[in-house]
């Protein structure tokens, strides 16, 4: 329990970017053409992709002859690097289609 | 020093997010918000790779050449296949990519915290973290892996156990259960971990088996900000705030479009997660042997119909994708056009196989952003409109959403094209649509059948239309 206690103390500032971020997120969204829902969904499934840092941080952080955990690893690096560069093209494709359009 | 340059690098990176994300929900901007989301991305992982210092005393943060050429080889190689495919991808594929790159991420948080559990032993807060992450990135990585093969139709069934609801439950208790106990043990036992790992996959899979039908961009869409969520937890842990923000974020606007997902189809999420879609073959065979007769109609004589029409409304569906009959059905609608017939699409909100898929694809053969009609816009209009063409679509015209309330889609929005003087709808056979239910409307007396694939029928149909 006081470990909890303490770790929340602690960890004060990343509380407030939590509930914050929950607001921002609802704010942002709040009122979008149905029509934008598929390129939004797949954006935020790009931004998401921001996990990458963590297992980044995960290799630097590692002996450098554990192999193991480096090959480890090197496959979230992979799967985290998918998601933002696939995220990230894939909804430019789609949004790219909407932009040649003249505008009404 | 450089940690604080890479705080503001994390700062600049998580104002681009959200900036991003704004601009995203606007279609003039869009384009220029996911570079520029994109952009914050790139500097976060490049200042990461160079810049990053653990806080803890405990860790030792090293560049040597190998850990930096693993980092580099990972992102080199993700790059390049991401790239490929997503650029590769048959726009009518997209929603099953989408689901796809989803489950990467997921996969790359239950990593992360698989890989992290080790020397954390003994920080009972950070361990409650690296579970939490652990378990939402394995659900999101497994159930995103099943709505892909769903989607793209290597599973096209929804298999469900009887009392599934329960079994659920029961599976995701079980699993969270463990997850506390290694929590609160302080337990290092690695079988146990792994044993955890396997029951979020398999809940993952569990959890959306059961789940068909319209149901699917839902699931996707909730799917979605689990990740997001999974993210967070790393941030969490390693008190890294781009995670952080870019995590909730997308967990907090993934829930809300999930919510705005649902109410455009008149659902409930309850009843989308524990719903009933997928039962309905017992009940639809019933209907089809009271249903009456169907009407074909020949190509010939839709051309005449469509000639001779002051106002047509053409109602694409998945079908129109699937046979990439997009490009075709714009030449029909530019030929019409050309003869004073008045052509609108509706677009059903849930129209494909997610909202704002039958609009991405439209955009694509350069239709009028002007004549995508949304269903509320539509919907008065068909009291005056000759011929309805329905390409594809099914679900999203069954007057049954209507009518009956024994129905799985009762209460569903749907365009109402039986107000129409003439309905022509073009399908490939009489199997039932994505919801696996029986549509009254082909048994209207005003409705007739073109059969045959859509890309097919309309070339015919165009070229029919030009001889007259």
């Known amino acids: 329990m006081q470990n909890l206690i303490t770790f929340i103390g602690e960890n004060m500032s990343m509380i407030y970017i939590v509930i914050l971020s929950i607001f921002v997120g609802v704010e942002v969204i709040g009122k979008v053409p149905s029509v934008l829902h598929t390129p939004l969904m797949s954006g935020a499934n790009a931004i998401h992709g921001v996990v990458i840092i963590g297992s980044i941080i995960v290799m630097l952080n590692t002996e450098a002859d554990n192999i193991l955990l480096l090959s480890l690893g090197f496959v979230a690096v992979v799967l985290g690097t998918l998601n933002v560069v696939g995220g990230f093209v894939v909804t430019d494709r789609m949004l790219e289609m909407f932009k040649k359009k003249p505008k009404k | ?468």
């Open chain 2, 1 to 468: 020093m450089n940690q604080y340059i890479l705080e503001i690098i994390y700062l600049i990176a998580s104002v681009t997010f959200v900036v991003g994300l704004k601009m995203l929900s606007e279609p003039q901007s869009a384009r220029r918000g996911n570079l520029w989301a994109a952009f914050g991305m790139t500097i976060a992982i490049v200042g990461t790779i160079f810049l990053y210092q653990s806080k803890d005393p405990n860790t030792q943060t090293s560049r040597e050449t190998i850990k930096l050429a693993f980092i580099f080889a990972g992102i080199g190689l993700g790059t390049i296949i991401g790239w490929a495919t997503a650029k590769k991808v048959k726009m009518t594929a997209m929603p099953e990519l989408v689901s796809l790159f989803n489950g990467m991420g997921g996969a790359c948080a239950a990593l992360i915290s698989l890989l992290e559990f080790h020397h954390n032993v003994g920080h009972p807060e950070r361990i409650s973290v690296i579970m939490a992450g652990m378990i939402i990135g394995s659900v999101s990585f497994s159930g995103s892996i099943i709505a892909f093969m769903k989607l793209n139709g290597t599973l096209n069934k929804s298999y469900r156990l009887p009392n599934y609801n329960i079994i659920n439950t029961l599976l995701m208790i079980v699993t969270i259960g463990a997850g506390v106990w290694l929590t609160v043990s302080g337990s290092d036992s690695m079988s146990m971990l792994l044993l955890v790992f396997g029951l979020s996959i398999l809940y993952g899979v569990s959890f959306v088996v059961p789940i068909g039908g319209a149901d699917m961009p839902v699931v996707i869409s909730l799917l979605n900000s689990f990740t997001g969520l999974a993210a967070a937890f790393g941030g969490f842990l390693y008190g890294n705030q781009v995670m952080l923000t870019g995590g909730i974020l997308v967990g907090s606007a993934g829930t809300l479009l999930t919510v705005a997902m649902c109410r455009a189809m008149n659902r409930p999420l309850y009843s989308v997660i524990f719903g009933a879609f997928g039962e309905s073959s017992a009940a639809a065979s019933g209907v089809s042997s009271t249903g009456g007769s169907i009407k074909d109609i020949s190509i010939s004589d839709t051309a005449v119909l469509m000639n001779y029409s002051k106002k047509v409304v053409i109602v694409p569906g998945y079908g129109l994708a699937v046979a990439q009959a997009q490009h075709v059905i714009h030449e029909l609608e530019e030929l019409l056009e050309e003869r004073g017939v008045e052509v609108k699409y509706a677009i059903h909100p849930v129209a494909g196989r997610m909202p704002g898929h039958m609009n991405v694809l439209l955009a694509e053969s350069n239709v009028d952003y002007g004549k995508l009609a949304e269903m509320d816009e539509i919907n008065p209009e068909f009291a005056s409109t000759d011929v309805v063409l329905v390409v594809g679509a099914n679900d999203v015209v069954n007057p049954a959403a209507k009518t009956d309330p024994s129905s799985p889609i009762y209460g569903m929005p749907i365009l109402d094209v039986e107000n129409a003087k003439h309905i022509i709808v073009n399908k490939r056979s009489m199997n039932a649509g994505y919801a696996g239910i029986e549509n009254m409307l082909f048994y209207d007396p005003k409705t007739s059948m073109l059969f045959g694939d859509a890309k097919d029928a309309l070339t015919k149909l165009v070229a029919e239309l030009k001889t007259m």
